[in-house]
T-cell receptor, first 112, second 118 residues
Framework: EAQVTQNPRYLITVTGKKLTVTCSQNMNHEYMSWYRQDPGLGLRQIYYSMNVEVTDKGDVPEGYKVSRKEKRNFPLILESPSPNQTSLYFC???????????FGPGTRLTVL | AQTVTQSQPEMSVQEAETVTLSCTYDTSESNYYLFWYKQPPSRQMILVIRQEAYKQQNATENRFSVNFQKAAKSFSLKISDSQLGDTAMYFCAFMKGVYGTSGSRLTFGEGTQLTVNP
């Protein structure tokens, strides 16, 4: 089944404790992105990747890191999480010459 | 930069009736795509319908259709014969052409919470 998976789905952590949210797709898509969703703001892009070893900032990159060492994986790293990073996070992917993005199921992160 | 605006934070409709959700956007691009996504309580993002800007014909998917007014930069979603399962948050989204860095980002509106009442 073609899909985008994220882990964990739920995470409660404390300020300053490094964490990684994994994202994996099995569709051989070139483009991958991370978004965060906050009430009244819709979804905003954090980082994106156009292919292996090619990443760039989105609209709200502060406090986040990403890497793209393999085509299928695009982890989101919070090296020192803060309460303002409490949010719902989505990973998405798409093929280079197509417009439809496929979203993962979301990760609910709470930083205390 | 592109912006997408959904001016209706909440809407409600009776089952079997028709409802229209509004979306306006601002861009100087000529080649772009517009989308409506549905987010039910499960929080999954589900693509409802898509429209290519260069196509004048409005997209339709079963009970869902759009009214795409390119000159007015308007992209409304009409849901006919509303069902209880249509209760969800609906997001309007914009994406520039698919090639290069310009096609990397979906720009979303704030969302409209739709409730279908029995």
């Amino acid at each position: 089944e073609a899909q985008v998976t994220q882990n964990p789905r739920y995470l409660i952590t404390v300020t300053g404790k490094k964490l990684t949210v994994t994202c994996s797709q099995n569709m051989n898509h070139e483009y991958m992105s991370w978004y965060r969703q906050d009430p009244g703001l819709g979804l905003r892009q954090i980082y994106y990747s156009m292919n292996v070893e090619v990443t760039d900032k989105g609209d709200v990159p502060e406090g986040y890191k990403v890497s793209r060492k393999e085509k299928r994986n695009f982890p989101l790293i919070l090296e020192s999480p803060s309460p303002n990073q409490t949010s719902l996070y989505f990973c998405a992917s798409r093929r280079a010459r197509e417009d439809t993005q496929y979203f993962g199921p979301g990760t609910r992160l709470t930083v205390l | 930069a592109q912006t997408v605006t959904q001016s209706q934070p909440e809407m409600s409709v009776q089952e079997a009736e028709t409802v229209t959700l509004s979306c306006t956007y601002d861009t100087s691009e000529s080649n772009y795509y517009l989308f409506w996504y549905k987010q039910p309580p499960s929080r999954q993002m589900i693509l409802v319908i898509r429209q290519e800007a260069y196509k004048q014909q409005n997209a339709t998917e079963n009970r869902f259709s759009v009214n795409f007014q390119k000159a007015a930069k308007s992209f409304s979603l009409k849901i006919s014969d509303s069902q209880l399962g249509d209760t969800a948050m609906y997001f309007c989204a914009f994406m520039k052409g698919v090639y290069g860095t310009s096609g990397s980002r979906l720009t979303f509106g704030e969302g409209t919470q739709l409730t279908v009442n029995p």
